[in-house]
């Protein structure tokens, strides 16, 4: 009978850090930049840039709090230490919603390359990835962990192809066309914020790490800083190799630039390399939020059984099965900008709070040990977090109105069921 109890700590400081670029590489880069290039224009690496700016601040925020509170609880921890246990549930269903979500969009995008093979439609090929990472999650963290610094190599890979391709075309178009101006450029980066998603997750492995108070805070500046780096090359490459039209017309966008200049061949790599790189990240947001639900279930906020933990294996096996099954009611929505759009209202929301987390931290538990420290203050009020919650507040807004409704009422079915759940916690 399995029972509740601790996880394994096996992950250094490299398998932290790759698994975290791993996570945040994938989904937004190989399949939305389309989407994104449809809004920005050829200025789409500016929404890339804009959109690590709002990352960077709050990343500094998750540094900062899970080197005070290294546990699998993240999120819920650090707001129920920094304000009340009701808004740290809303917050932890919110991660457990983002990443839950952020998995269907991605499986659903990992459908759209697979289906150009194949034909099969995207729900049922979209199902069966859920499932099938799904098994490896509940085998083993370290099992897990090393498919996904595998499948990380192979997707870095692809998108040096992709900068290796545009390079010779620097300079060949203007990369501050803009066909609905600014806004778009603004609204362009409130898409692709969703390609950043995946840094906050790491600190749900906290309880999996070695020196989790300096191995968390550590890795996850690195993976932002690669991916970053990353993102803005291959945005610039992108568009100087077939220009914006070309990204925002196609429903696999790298395939279309690999197509142009090494024919089929190159199409179906650049295809292959897509399929590794969302399966990556399909498989990091199911093992980010089931981490989650276990540390919430572990502090009585979810079901206890959420917190089993598989006695031979090691890992929390039940909330595993409770994520993929959520995951598999958003893949019925069938359209991954519209799923990725909900993924970012949760995270804006999230991050907001996250921001203020530590700003309240710093006046009401000014003494606790920060083995990582946001740099910059003025009045004893550090300024990122101020900046941080400013920029989420702002991009929130740049949603379409619909996803905001849609959010609006998650966020009250939330507190609805907050207040069954802390009761019966209580």
Same mark, same amino acid.
């Given at each position: 009978?399995?029972?509740?109890?601790?996880?394994?700590?096996?992950?250094?400081?490299?398998?932290?850090?790759?698994?975290?670029?791993?996570?945040?590489?994938?989904?937004?880069?190989?399949?939305?930049?389309?989407?994104?290039?449809?809004?920005?224009?050829?200025?789409?690496?500016?929404?890339?840039?804009?959109a690590a700016l709002i990352a960077a601040f709050?990343?500094?925020?998750?540094?900062?709090?899970?080197?005070?509170?290294?546990?699998?609880?993240?999120?819920?921890?650090?707001?129920?230490?920094?304000?009340?246990?009701?808004? =740290?549930?809303? !917050?932890?269903?919110? +991660?457990?919603?983002?990443? $839950?979500?952020? /998995? @269907?969009?991605?499986? %659903? #995008? *990992?459908?759209?390359?697979?289906?150009?093979?194949?034909?099969?439609?995207?729900?049922?090929?979209?199902?069966?990835?859920?499932?099938?990472?799904?098994?490896?999650?509940?085998?083993?963290?370290?099992?897990?962990?090393?498919?996904?610094?595998?499948?990380?190599?192979?997707?870095?890979?692809?998108?040096?192809?992709?900068?290796?391709?545009?390079?010779?075309?620097?300079?060949?178009?203007?990369?501050?066309?803009?066909?609905?101006?600014?806004?778009?450029?603004?609204?362009?980066?409130?898409?692709?914020?969703?390609?950043?998603?995946?840094?906050?997750?790491?600190?749900?492995?906290?309880?999996?790490?070695?020196?989790?108070?300096?191995?968390?805070?550590?890795?996850?500046? =690195?993976?932002? !800083?690669?991916?970053? +780096?990353?993102?803005?090359? $291959?945005?610039? /490459? @992108?568009?100087?190799? %077939? #220009? *914006?039209?070309?990204?925002?017309?196609?429903?696999?966008?790298?395939?279309?630039?690999?197509?142009?200049?090494?024919?089929?061949?190159?199409?179906?790599?650049?295809?292959?390399?897509?399929?590794?790189?969302?399966?990556?990240?399909?498989?990091?947001?199911?093992?980010?939020?089931?981490?989650?639900?276990?540390?919430?279930?572990?502090?009585?906020?979810?079901?206890?059984?959420?917190?089993?933990?598989?006695?031979?294996?090691?890992?929390?096996?039940?909330?595993?099965?409770?994520v993929t099954v959520a995951s598999l009611a958003?893949?019925?929505?069938?359209?991954?900008?519209?799923?990725?759009?909900?993924?970012?209202?949760?995270?804006?929301?999230?991050?907001?709070?996250?921001? =203020?987390?530590?700003?309240?931290?710093?006046?009401?538990?000014?003494?606790?040990?920060?083995?990582?420290?946001?740099?910059?203050?003025?009045?004893?009020?550090?300024?990122?977090?101020?900046?941080?919650?400013?920029?989420?507040?702002?991009?929130?807004?740049?949603?379409?109105?619909?996803?905001?409704?849609?959010?609006?009422?998650?966020?009250?079915?939330?507190?609805?069921?907050?207040?069954?759940?802390?009761?019966?916690?209580?």
């Amino acid at each position: 009978m399995d029972q509740p109890t601790t996880l394994k700590r096996e992950l250094n400081l490299l398998e932290v850090t790759l698994s975290g670029t791993g996570i945040i590489l994938g989904a937004g880069v190989y399949v939305l930049i389309g989407d994104a290039a449809a809004l920005a224009g050829n200025a789409v690496w500016l929404s890339f840039a804009l959109a690590a700016l709002i990352a960077a601040f709050t990343a500094l925020s998750y540094a900062e709090l899970s080197s005070m509170f290294p546990t699998a609880g993240a999120e819920y921890d650090y707001v129920a230490y920094a304000f009340h246990q009701r808004l =740290a549930f809303i !917050v932890g269903i919110m +991660v457990i919603l983002s990443g $839950v979500v952020g /998995a @269907a969009a991605v499986s %659903v #995008g *990992f459908a759209g390359y697979f289906s150009s093979f194949t034909s099969l439609p995207l729900v049922p090929v979209a199902a069966v990835l859920l499932i099938g990472l799904a098994v490896l999650n509940s085998r083993g963290i370290q099992e897990s962990t090393n498919v996904a610094i595998v499948l990380t190599l192979i997707e870095a890979g692809g998108l040096i192809g992709i900068i290796a391709i545009g390079l010779p075309h620097l300079g060949s178009i203007n990369y501050f066309e803009m066909p609905s101006g600014l806004p778009g450029v603004f609204a362009g980066a409130a898409l692709i914020f969703f390609a950043y998603q995946g840094f906050e997750e790491m600190v749900k492995l906290s309880e999996e790490a070695e020196k989790p108070e300096t191995t968390i805070p550590r890795g996850l500046i =690195a993976a932002l !800083v690669i991916t970053t +780096v990353l993102y803005l090359l $291959v945005a610039v /490459a @992108a568009v100087s190799a %077939v #220009g *914006f039209t070309s990204l925002a017309s196609s429903p696999a966008p790298f395939a279309e630039v690999a197509n142009t200049y090494l024919g089929g061949s190159g199409a179906t790599l650049f295809t292959v390399i897509a399929l590794f790189a969302t399966a990556n990240t399909v498989l990091l947001m199911l093992i980010a939020s089931s981490r989650l639900a276990y540390g919430m279930a572990k502090r009585g906020s979810l079901p206890v059984q959420l917190a089993m933990v598989h006695r031979t294996l090691g890992t929390p096996w039940v909330a595993i099965v409770a994520v993929t099954v959520a995951s598999l009611a958003f893949v019925l929505l069938g359209d991954i900008r519209v799923i990725a759009e909900i993924t970012t209202f949760t995270l804006y929301v999230t991050f907001f709070v996250i921001n =203020a987390a530590v700003i309240a931290l710093r006046f009401s538990s000014p003494k606790l040990p920060r083995p990582f420290r946001v740099p910059l203050s003025l009045a004893g009020i550090p300024i990122t977090p101020v900046l941080g919650g400013v920029v989420c507040v702002f991009f929130l807004f740049q949603l379409p109105q619909s996803v905001l409704l849609i959010g609006t009422a998650l966020l009250l079915v939330t507190l609805g069921i907050s207040y069954v759940a802390l009761q019966k916690g209580g």
